[in-house]
């Protein structure tokens, strides 16, 4: 049997590591308290990452509007003073004090018009609003001065008029348990005077980076040395998918990778580690964790995999937890977790888009392609909307990758695609 054939299939391989990682993530995780005011500070930081997830209902603390006010600019009106205005028969109202946004009017005296702004109090005994452009004049007087202002035709009660509580009133729920925590959630949930949400703990990642050459950002380069960009590529994916990650760097030693799962926290729901998963002589996880499975997925890059279940913590009180192992070459690695592990996490957590936007577009130019594999090319949309690649197919150029905008792919059975022939693609930002 020909080594291809032997090849896992993309398809197969990404549902594999759903059946796996799915369950463990839909486990009820910890909730704990989300401060809003804080959140929303991080957020316009920029420092927000992923998606906070609703662990419970939550109800509004205040009725949303919590006063009847104005929908429109306009004139706060009692509705009985028009009967049987007409442009032929206009009704005459003296003007009353204006009503700005923010402030408390006095009650509405009869046979006056008040002139109200947008959102502001409907004054006690007004029940109708009418626009500013069906008056006359339609415009408000200088404030201080004597106007009247004249209506030609009647107006139903509520008209324009959003009565408090219309929207959500106290005690109502407003957001349900498993909603993600996003833009039109966060409004609401301020608006309706909640100040703390109990939140799903976003799980728990343990990010290791293996390979006796690395080293730390920041770190002097050594001899033959190199530094961990998939430590720092990984963690950044990992937590835009909502995840909280603790990173470790392990070189090419089994003791030290045991040593580094035995210590692993104690609520570490998944494990992920980048390199020694091939068949050299220092492949370190594929020696060490021998229950997982290892093998070749016929996609390129990204071919070496290892997925399976391993022990973590007090090796006499072991706890199972899902591990996804990826190649060590960068490009191989977050391709690896764009085609197989993001869309699961994205799903647990909520995180927003579960899945890359897709796409299809004529080719810039022609490429050729690995006929028995997935092959995932790097590229972005010319000006004319075609797709050209950005870089060659190797596994190690990380710069390629990051002034990429899409990821290319060339499906199985397919040895080369024409410039002008469409292809499928990925927007990865």
């Known amino acids: 049997m020909h080594a291809e054939s032997r090849r896992r299939p993309v398809d197969d391989h990404r549902e594999a590591v759903r059946a796996l990682i799915g369950p463990a993530l839909a486990v009820a995780r910890r909730a704990e308290a989300c401060d809003l005011a804080e959140e929303l500070a991080a957020a316009g930081r920029g420092s927000a990452a992923g998606a906070r997830v609703a662990a419970a209902d939550v109800a509004a603390v205040v009725d949303l509007p919590g006063f009847d006010n104005s929908q429109m600019d306009g004139y706060a009106v009692r509705a009985a003073d028009l009967t049987g205005a007409a442009p032929s028969d206009p009704v005459e109202l003296p003007v009353g004090a204006p009503v700005p946004a923010g402030t408390q009017p006095p009650p509405l005296a009869p046979g006056t018009a008040a002139p109200v702004m947008t959102g502001a109090p409907i004054p006690d005994g007004a029940d109708a609003v009418i626009k500013i452009e069906e008056v006359d004049p339609p415009a408000f007087p200088e404030p201080g001065t004597a106007a009247t202002v004249r209506f030609t035709a009647p107006v139903a009660l509520g008209t324009f ?61 050594g001899p033959a040395q190199l530094y961990d960009a998939n430590g720092a590529a990984l963690t950044a994916a990992l937590a835009e998918v909502g995840c909280r990650v603790t990173h470790r760097v392990v070189p090419d030693d089994p003791a030290a990778l045991r040593t580094v799962l035995a210590e692993a926290p104690d609520d570490v729901a998944l494990v992920v580690t980048s390199g020694g998963v091939s068949a050299g002589a220092y492949e370190v996880v594929r020696q060490t964790l021998t229950d997982a499975w290892f093998g070749h997925v016929a996609v390129q890059p990204g ?34 977790f764009e085609l197989f592990l993001r869309p699961v996490l994205a799903e647990a957590t909520g995180a927003v888009p579960a899945h890359r936007p897709p796409g299809r577009a004529p080719l810039a130019e022609a490429v050729d392609s690995p006929e028995h594999l997935h092959q995932v090319r790097r590229g972005r949309l010319d000006a004319d909307g075609r797709v050209e690649m950005v870089g060659g197919p190797g596994s190690h150029l990380l710069a390629h990758l990051a002034m990429a905008t899409l990821l290319v792919h060339v499906p199985p059975g397919v040895a080369h695609v024409d410039a002008g022939d469409d292809v499928d693609h990925w927007e990865i930002r």
Do not use: K, W
């Open 161 to 221: 008029v959003r009565r408090a509580g219309s929207d959500v009133a106290a005690g109502d729920v407003v957001v349900l348990a498993g909603t993600r925590l996003g833009p039109a959630q966060l409004g609401v949930l301020v608006a309706a005077g909640v100040s703390e949400v109990e939140v799903a703990e976003p799980p728990h990642v343990l990010l290791i980076s293996t390979g006796s050459e690395l080293v730390a950002a920041g770190e002097p380069l």
């Open 303 to 336: 071919g070496p995999q290892g997925l399976g279940t391993i022990a973590l913590g007090d090796p006499t009180a072991p706890r199972d937890v899902p591990l996804v192992a990826f190649p060590g070459n960068p490009v191989s690695a977050l391709v690896s």
